[in-house]
């Protein structure tokens, strides 16, 4: 059922989707009248998740997360990310302004339910869990944002008429600070479980898991193996028997592993459907027996780039994770469809790399239309709480271990995918093995940006990135609009 929210500062025009975001429909509410019941506070929240549908951060969000790294490439010539694919990016790229947009926009619906929920008379134990809730999808955005423009304005007042809104750049450690109090906040007072209607929604764990990743992040490894270690020893997530099992309709979502996801139903308003399979589907195959399966993004793949680069080179031979990933000449889906047998790539390829993803992609179907798939999205599967606490132990021992405890972990990811369990891990191995765990899941350019990789790995796959690459340009229309902002260095 589809919920507009009708509030003054922002929060206008939100839809759900099933599950939590499944609500009786409120109608023409201001902000005279809403924010005095739990049942209104409850709904405000979940307009800042289905900033999370928006297909700016979802659907296209591998426009600005997935194209600058060697995992993948545009599938064409598109003035709208072709330049982030050879760094001839600028202010005025559309994925750039998007992406900045959007992500602000979850920090402006955060602020102002923050702001209400302090100012509530609801029991304490019910505000914390609202804030907690409140302050999780901040952090959310706000990572993402300092990770690819820098030092951003860290903005926490919900916007109004009095206040000056043309905020400077905050220094990186405070934007930082901010997003590690929020997600402190967040893991102490979020559920442990959420069940029934509320699953999908943000719990301890899932705090716990991105507060390790932003440790991870801030190289602060003895506090990401303590994060990520609280996440395992909780004892409610475990991997999924296949890693494909993380991508079917039928248990991918909200799954064992599944930690924290974008939630999506489909056919429901446009909007409300993962779109992931439109911009992924080889073109011309007919798939998703829509009008989309365009082949957007590809993966990279020797045809068209250096061997021992790509991403479609990088899986082991008995790797059980490429073909849930990667689309190879002549491999079958027979649940693909299977009302017409089942598909089959072509011997030939289907793209300029031969190659095409296969990570999101479902076909046809009920419940599947243009654009909308109901599979949801991952943002944190539990394989990555696994690897980041080995590589934060590897880290800790000085760059390779061969610590029983770090080795158990990684290498029940390793096993689930059909490989031999490693005896050692050091830098490479932790970053070869998050490439082909996490292919075109939106992870590999920032694991490329954090460990220092992404200049000379970028340069031997033939790229043309320069220091201030590992930066992405500030909007120009931000600038235009507010001059106490600064443009980062390069562009």
Not at 196 to 211: I, K, M, T
Not at 360 to 365: L, P, R, S
Not at 427 to 443: D, S
């Amino acid at each position: 059922m589809k919920i507009q929210i009708f509030i003054v500062i922002a929060i206008l025009g939100l839809s759900s989707c099933e599950g939590f975001l499944d609500r009786s429909s409120l109608d023409q509410l201001s902000e005279d009248t809403f924010y005095k019941t739990e049942n209104d506070m409850d709904s405000a929240l979940l307009g800042i998740y289905s900033v999370l549908q928006n297909i700016d951060w979802t659907g296209k969000g591998w426009m600005m997360l997935e194209i600058p790294s060697d995992n993948t490439q545009a599938g064409g010539t598109d003035p709208e990310f072709t330049p982030i694919d050879d760094f001839t990016m600028n202010g005025d790229t559309p994925p750039v302004a998007a992406t900045w947009a959007i992500r602000y926009r979850a920090v402006t619906l955060a602020n102002v339910v923050i702001e209400k929920i302090i100012a509530s008379d609801f029991d304490q134990s019910i505000k914390n869990e609202f804030l907690g809730e409140a302050q999780f999808l901040r952090a959310l955005a706000y990572f993402d944002l300092v990770r690819l423009f820098g030092s951003v304005p860290y903005i926490t007042e919900a916007p109004r008429f009095d206040i000056d809104l043309l905020y400077a750049r905050t220094p990186l450690n405070d934007v930082y600070e901010g997003i590690k109090s929020d997600l402190e906040f967040a893991s102490e007072h979020l559920p442990i479980l959420r069940n029934g209607v509320d699953v999908g929604r943000a719990s301890s764990g899932a705090a716990l898991a991105l507060l390790a990743k932003v440790h991870l992040t801030r190289k602060e490894y003895g506090k990401s193996r303590d994060r990520a270690k609280e996440v395992i020893d909780l004892g409610i997530y475990s991997l999924m028997e296949n890693y494909s099992d993380n991508f079917d309709l039928a248990t991918g979502d909200n799954n064992a592993e599944s930690i924290f996801e974008v939630q999506f139903t489909g056919c429901a308003n446009f909007g409300t459907g993962n779109a992931r399979q439109a911009f992924f589907a080889p073109w011309g195959e007919g798939i998703t027996k829509d009008r989309d399966g365009w082949g957007s993004q590809i993966p990279t793949s020797p045809t068209v780039n250096p061997p021992g680069t790509t991403i479609a080179d990088s899986f082991e031979s008995e790797d059980l994770r490429k073909k849930w990933s990667i689309m190879s000449p002549n491999v079958a889906y027979p649940n693909l469809n299977p009302e017409d047998g089942g598909y089959i790539y072509p011997g030939s390829g289907a793209s300029a790399s031969g190659v095409n993803i296969k990570k999101y992609v479902v076909g046809g179907g009920d419940n599947i239309c243009f654009m909308s798939t109901p599979l949801n999205a991952s943002i944190i599967r539990y394989a990555d709480v696994l690897l980041t606490y080995a590589e934060s132990l590897m880290e800790i021992q000085g760059g390779v271990t061969s610590d029983s405890e770090a080795l158990f972990y990684f290498n029940l990811v390793r096993e689930r995918a059909g490989l031999a369990p490693l005896l050692m891990i050091d830098k490479e191995t932790v970053l070869h093995e998050r490439r082909v765990e996490f292919a075109f899941e939106n992870q590999r350019w920032f694991d490329l940006i954090r460990t220092g990789e992404a200049i000379e790995k970028l340069t031997f796959h033939g790229k043309n990135i320069q220091q201030h690459n590992l930066l992405f340009p500030i909007p120009s229309t931000e600038l235009e609009t507010n001059p106490n902002l600064t443009q980062n260095p390069g562009y």
